[in-house]
T-cell receptor, first 114, second 112 residues
Framework: AQTVTQSQPEMSVQEAETVTLSCTYD???????LFWYKQPPSRQMILVIR??????QNATENRFSVNFQKAAKSFSLKISDSQLGDAAMYFC???????????FGTGTRLQVTL | DTGVSQNPRHKITKRGQNVTFRCDPI?????LYWYRQTLGQGPEFLTY????????KSRLLSDRFSAERPKGSFSTLEIQRTEQGDSAMYLC??????????FGSGTRLTVV
């Protein structure tokens, strides 16, 4: 069975600095998708960034980028120039190309300080 | 289109009662998902629809849970004979093929 592990329950970063959130996953499949979602307090979850496993190039979306290491089954999220609005729970998620269910990690709570 | 809409936002019910939640996905998304999220945890998959067909169901979805998506539009999730362990946030999401989810705001269920 596939699993997603986020080993950092909480992280803190100063405004304008860079932070990296870690995620590892386990799967025997070769074709899958990986995602990072952001869930602000009491607000709905939104998609931050998406990576297809067959693509070697790391995905980027403005200040957000990933470091996808397929062999190591690692998928970290880097947030550059952190802003107060980045404070939220961040969930790493895996979805097989063959099945439809998404598997989420337990989340990392990111605090952004002045 | 205003995104994925879920109703009600909050539901308090007595143990043993039945509850039904509704999800209206983004109209052009043919894929619809239900997840359950408890405090401090990530969402757990419950079920998936492609158009009106329910193609995957989690073992978490006991026989007290049923979901429908008539005509491939909105979806309902019903919980019969609610138990305290059913208290959670129930999230609906929709997506086009191969892309990430657009989530609704969720329905928070409290069973007392």
């Amino acid at each position: 069975a596939q699993t997603v592990t986020q080993s950092q329950p909480e992280m803190s970063v100063q405004e304008a600095e860079t932070v990296t959130l870690s995620c590892t996953y386990d799967t025997s499949e070769s074709d899958y998708y990986l995602f990072w979602y952001k869930q602000p307090p009491s607000r709905q979850m939104i998609l931050v960034i998406r990576q297809e496993a067959y693509k070697q190039q790391n995905a980027t979306e403005n200040r957000f980028s990933v470091n996808f290491q397929k062999a190591a089954k690692s998928f970290s999220l880097k947030i550059s120039d952190s802003q107060l609005g980045d404070a939220a729970m961040y969930f790493c998620a895996y979805r097989s190309a063959s099945y439809f269910r998404g598997i989420f990690g337990t989340g990392t709570r990111l605090q952004v300080t002045l | 289109d205003t995104g994925v809409s879920q109703n009600p936002r909050h539901k308090i019910t007595k143990r043993g009662q039945n509850v039904t939640f509704r999800c209206d996905p983004i109209s052009e998304h043919n894929r619809l998902y239900w997840y359950r999220q408890t405090l401090g945890q990530g969402p757990e998959f419950l079920t998936y629809f492609q158009n009106e067909a329910q193609l995957e169901k989690s073992r978490l979805l006991s026989d007290r849970f049923s979901a429908e998506r008539p005509k491939g539009s909105f979806s309902t999730l019903e919980i019969q004979r609610t138990e305290q362990g059913d208290s959670a946030m129930y999230l609906c999401a929709s997506s086009p093929l191969g892309f990430g989810y657009t989530f609704g705001s969720g329905t928070r269920l409290t069973v007392v």
